[in-house]
């Protein structure tokens, strides 16, 4: 009798520590919800979607204040990747927050810049390298095409170039809806 | 812990032209200046155009100085000369009868 008593506490108390042990260890560290919605989201940061970028949209997504149809740069496929993340259903993306587009970098004509570090300023992912009265430069590899640079130039002398799709910067779409299958029945009819 | 070794921080090092540009990642001693980040990242090496006695250097947009010490996350980065005067295209866009974008005149960095 005391041995089974004795057994089956020390059997609990080993669990318990055990447990207890496992909660701080394996801690989870805010919303994981968000951190997925965030690892859908483009990370271009251009605020487009009306937020300061991309993580506080995650959240506000994730919150329920913020559809997920107001991201232009994740396009139609980022739609259909997000309504399949929360069950949703996907709808098309809301044309107050802008159009989808392809791909492109910012590139700096060298002729007309004059240092005045003012897209440095605006860029949200440090990709401008430049100083006061030094040429500034687009660090391609950093450039999310956000476009938030072209607004504050004086002299326009910022480009949007689209990137050529190579082996290296080339990712797999995010599924899209299904295609329409026409059936041979479809066809004969028309 | 042993103190003797200097702590190491992370550090950048960054230059670019328009055709290729780098940041290469080093770690040094903590207290350790732009100069030495630049030259352990070996730069010059893949950018010999590069003189570091003449060439303007700053971090993160700002213009420093060589012996200034870097700190954690930095990104040490070394300038190129502007090719146009400034002037002359205030001037021509001036001629042109283009207005000045919305950052127009002459702004600078706030004072720092």
Redesign the interface.
Known sequence: MITAIVALSALAGISGLLLGFAAVRFKVEGDPIVDKIDAILPQTQCGQCGYAGCRPYAEAIAAGDADINQCPPGGENGIVALAELLGRDPKPLNPDNGVEKPKMVA??D?????????C??ACPV?A????????H??????CTGCELCL??????CIDMVPVAQTITNWKWTYPGPAPEVRRPADRAAA | MANAEPKLIRVEVAYARPDEQTIIPVEVPEGATLEQAIVQSRIQERFPEIQLNTAKVGVFGKLGKLAATVRAGDRVEIYRPLLADPKEVRKRRAAEGKRMGKGGGDLEPKAG
Request: proline content about 6%; hydrophobic content about 40%; some cysteine.
């Open positions: 590139v700096i060298e002729q007309n810049c004059i240092g005045c570090t003012l440095i300023q440090d401008i390298l430049g100083a006061a009265k030094h040429m430069t687009v660090i391609d590899r950093e607004a504050p130039c004086p002299v326009d």
